[in-house]
């Protein structure tokens, strides 16, 4: 009997608008890094489709739930099945959608004007990014290649930066929305210096991928050097807006 994801509808258009959005990145980023020709991605098409709009489905249910503290995703599970299913589902992934459902608890408690820390942002913002790592990681399971944890984690503040800009640019429409974004945040926490501690933690970001590179292999090391500088060449930083008044509130 085949599992219900092959025959029943699970996730939404929207979802998988959204999911199509990230993987034309996914694929301009990661498929050009490992020369892997974008022609293959439709060998993986339905894999890296569904995962990740699975993942948009469960965002969006915890976006409409900002509100209630108890709210589980059942397409969790869903997501679950699926990488079982695949043969893809292992302890490095669970660990990466873990870290996803943990961005979920802190997106809740920081809109529900909870007290919270600085660190917590940080940690928020690195979780947000728990989908492109999922995505990351079934590259290599899907190329049949073992893990490589220092490059995996060399990515990690580049994932972050990326995020830092996509909420300069949504804060505004996030600010209506009452959902998680890094610069809300930190006027939450800096109403009076907010505009300089965000410029602080994306360099603190930047120092992070400089120390990450460190102890890859020189070739790599230069090699995903040249990749974030030609990145934020094409694509920089947007200007951190003044903060919104009602945040501050």
Known sequence: MKPSFYLHPT????SIEKAGISLELFIQVYFRFYRISAKRFFKYFGTFVYTEAVIYQIDEEYEENINNKNFKSEHLQILYDFLHEKSLFDSEIEQEILCGMQYYALENKMCQNESFSFEEVKLANQHKCFDFRVLHRLLYKLANVPYDEKLIAAFCPIEMLGNISDDIMQYENDEQRNVYNTY?????????DSQNKMQEYIEELKQMFYDSIKI??????LKLYLYYKIGFILYPMPKIPDPILKTIG
């Open 11 to 14: 996730i939404s258009y929207r």
């Open 184 to 192: 809300r945040m930190i006027i939450k926490l800096y109403p009076n």
């Open 216 to 221: 890859l292999r020189w070739r790599l090391r």
